[in-house]
């Protein structure tokens, strides 16, 4: 179990494996800290896919819009949408997106980010500067390593719930 220092300020993801404890780095990217709390209390993430999930690089999920959809169409969907809030402008640091780091999916547009993140599973240097990081796995990380890749997946793996420490 992890030793959570700020419950107001950590995500407890359930995965079908177990429980993912997310610390939220509020004083790096306030805005994309307060947008992921608002979605998970909101009950926005529950039941979402994992999208795009690639080997040695990084798991995607979080289109709220698409991402529960059991089909196939919209399967393929998912990764198009965000959620109706506004897109968030970047909120870049110097932290690097090492493995178990939470960043910011958006489009080409560095602006764009919504509802949708990434977990990085290495160090993924060539991504610091471009994408926000917002938090970062403190226990857990077994979980993650064991989503089923593909993209998307032909049987995605889901964000069972996804709350708020404080909340839980």
Avoid: W
Avoid at 22 to 38: N, S
């Amino acid at each position: 179990m992890a030793d959570i220092k700020d419950p107001e300020n950590t995500i407890l993801m359930e995965l079908k494996g177990g429980t993912v404890t997310i610390e939220l780095l509020a004083d790096v990217a306030p805005k994309h800290t307060a947008r992921m709390k608002e979605l998970a209390r909101a009950g926005a993430y529950d039941n979402v896919c994992f999208h795009r999930v690639i080997d040695g690089f990084m798991a995607q999920t979080g289109d709220v819009e698409h991402g529960d959809m059991e089909d196939g169409f919209n399967l393929r969907r998912a990764g198009t949408g965000g959620s109706d809030l506004p897109d968030l402008p970047a909120e870049f640091s110097k932290l690097p997106h090492a493995r178990g780091t939470l960043g910011a999916a958006r489009s080409s547009n560095p602006n764009s980010a919504n509802s949708q993140f990434f977990i990085n599973f290495k160090d993924n240097d060539f991504l610091n500067g471009q994408y926000t990081v917002y938090g970062r796995v403190i226990s857990g990380m077994e979980h993650v390593d064991a989503i089923v890749r593909g993209e998307p997946p032909a049987t995605p793996d889901r964000m069972i719930s996804v709350k708020v420490a404080a909340d839980a």
